[in-house]
């Protein structure tokens, strides 16, 4: 049981380049999340999905777009990329029973480096 | 809306001596609140959380919170540091029936021996 996974761990890209970052989890949960973290900022949601078929826009979501592939996995894309988006970014999970009032709890995977020259 | 305050970005305490990190919300409706943990260069970790039951929540590695509706406040306090403890904890406030969680700012905690 491996949790939240993300692919790849470390990524230097140039000024408009693309790239995909990959997140897969592996228990059956419903909704999944992509997040960056940047110095004196916490984390700030940029998508997430409640469940599979649906995406939704967080906080930031300019200049990224996203796909739930299937229950298990949900990529984040950067189409240009920009020094802007030189950050950490963390995808998400959780069960999301939704019961009425409760929180649930988020299971993190390790994170991707981003720098963007 | 909600919002989370973390009242300090950097805490340092002596290996042994307890550990309180403050953090302060707001919220429209019944929030659910949580403390998480982040060891450098992984990802966060769930130490605790309030989900309106008992207002004294105990978490992993000893630490505890209490949930005082009067101050709209959620303190992370442990009685004795550890070495290990040394990392950046973050608050997060979430209202029920949604999906978005929000982030303090967090709080960097240094153990000196």
């Known amino acids: 049981n491996a949790g939240v996974t993300q692919t790849p761990k470390f990524q230097v890209l140039k000024t408009g380049q693309s790239m995909t970052l990959q997140c897969a989890q592996d228990?059956?949960?419903?909704?999944m999340y992509w997040y960056r973290q940047d110095p004196g900022m916490g984390l700030r949601l940029i998508y997430y999905?409640?469940?599979?078929?649906?995406?939704d826009k967080g906080e930031v979501p300019n200049g990224y777009n996203v796909s739930r592939l299937n229950k298990r996995e949900f990529s984040l894309r950067l189409e240009s990329a920009a020094p802007s988006q030189t950050s950490v970014y963390f995808c998400?999970?959780?069960?999301?029973?939704?019961?009425?009032?409760?929180?649930?709890?988020?299971?993190f995977g390790p994170g991707t480096r981003l720098l963007v020259l | 809306a909600q919002s989370v305050t973390q009242l300090d970005s950097h805490v340092s305490v002596s290996e042994g001596t307890p550990v309180l990190l403050r953090c302060n919300y707001s919220?429209?409706?019944?929030?659910?609140l949580f403390w998480y943990v982040q060891h450098p260069n992984k990802g966060l970790q769930l130490l605790l959380k309030?989900?309106?039951?008992?207002?004294l929540v105990k978490g992993i590695n000893g630490f505890e919170a209490e949930f005082k509706k009067s101050e709209t406040s959620f303190h992370l306090t442990k009685p004795s540091a550890h070495m290990s403890d040394a990392a950046e904890y973050f608050c997060?406030?979430?209202?029920?029936?949604?999906?978005?969680?929000?982030f303090g700012t967090g709080t960097r905690l240094k153990v000196l021996a």
């Open positions: 998400a999970s959780s069960e999301a029973l939704r019961q009425r009032g409760v929180g649930e709890t988020q299971y």
């Open positions: 228990m059956n949960h419903n909704s």
């Open positions: 999905s409640a469940s599979e078929g649906t995406t």
């Open positions: 919220s429209s409706y019944s929030p659910s």
């Open positions: 309030y989900t309106s039951a008992a207002t």
């Open positions: 997060v406030v979430s209202e029920g029936g949604t999906y978005k969680y929000i």
